[in-house]
């Protein structure tokens, strides 16, 4: 069947990547800090197998892509992931599950990356968020200041730089070009940064243009502004502490 442009975005929207051939799809499955138990990953296996080429792929972002299936299929593939409570989605103009390290089980971490992730998918992917933004929103989590995970490409980025107390980086962009997001002054902990971390997508949902980048937005009103809005006082104020 012939799909039009709007129904190829809605599908997209809920995590199925339309191919060039106008017949197959890929299925984006999201695995929460990337990590997933023994069942989780057999139903993927029989998924694959049974709806596509039985194969799959990992993605950059710690989840799963399965390629090669078939439109008439799609319902079938979620029904039967949700059997074992996995999800399709992270995808379309809003906020997406954090990406994040394995500090939780790395020696250089200052904190528990995966519990801060599931904290980040509950309250902002799966919550009020959902709602459509000016764009993606992403959020990265790094364990230290080795930053595997590239917290500085983030929308937002929180990077552990002290037992539970993490910098925050706001405004980087990985894509067709990168922009390096700038750090907040100070460290937070885990609590305030979550606190940030809303008022960021607050101010981008309120102030950011149909189609921009939270960098394009913070490029276009200005760091100092941004930052002063986000930490509740004037970044200055920071170098007299």
């Not at 060039?20 to 139903?43: P, Q, T, W, Y």
């Not at 809003?94 to 519990?115: I, L, W, Y």
């Not at 730089?161 to 002054?185: C, M, N, T, W, Y």
Request: charged share 25%; proline share 2%.
């Amino acid at each position: 069947m012939e799909l039009t442009d709007a129904e190829k975005k809605s599908l997209k929207g809920q995590g199925y990547i339309a191919y060039k051939d106008g017949v197959h799809f890929s299925c984006r499955v999201l695995i929460s800090a990337g990590k997933m138990n023994a069942r989780e990953a057999r139903k993927i296996t029989d998924v694959c197998e049974k709806y596509g080429k039985g194969s799959f792929t990992l993605t950059q972002r710690l989840n799963v892509e399965i390629p090669w299936i078939q439109y008439q299929d799609l319902d079938n593939v979620k029904r039967e992931l949700m059997e074992v409570g996995l999800a399709i989605g992270g995808t379309g103009m809003r906020a997406r599950p954090a990406h994040t390290c394995k500090g939780s089980v790395c020696q250089m971490s200052f904190f528990n990356t995966e519990d801060a992730a599931q904290v980040i998918d509950e309250r902002f992917y799966k919550g009020q968020y959902h709602e459509l933004l000016p764009n993606k929103f992403r959020i990265i989590v790094s364990g230290c200041s080795n930053g595997c995970s590239k917290p500085h490409l983030g929308c937002i980025g929180l990077q552990g730089r002290k037992p539970d107390q993490v910098a925050i980086s706001i405004g980087g962009k990985f894509g067709k070009d990168h922009v390096i997001g700038r750090e907040l002054p100070g460290l937070y902990s885990m609590s305030e940064a979550l606190d940030i971390v809303e008022k960021a997508m607050t101010y981008y949902r309120e102030n950011g243009i149909t189609g921009e980048r939270f960098a394009k937005t913070i490029e276009r009103i200005g760091f100092e502004t941004v930052g002063s809005f986000l930490t509740g006082r004037a970044l200055s104020e920071f170098n007299n502490m």
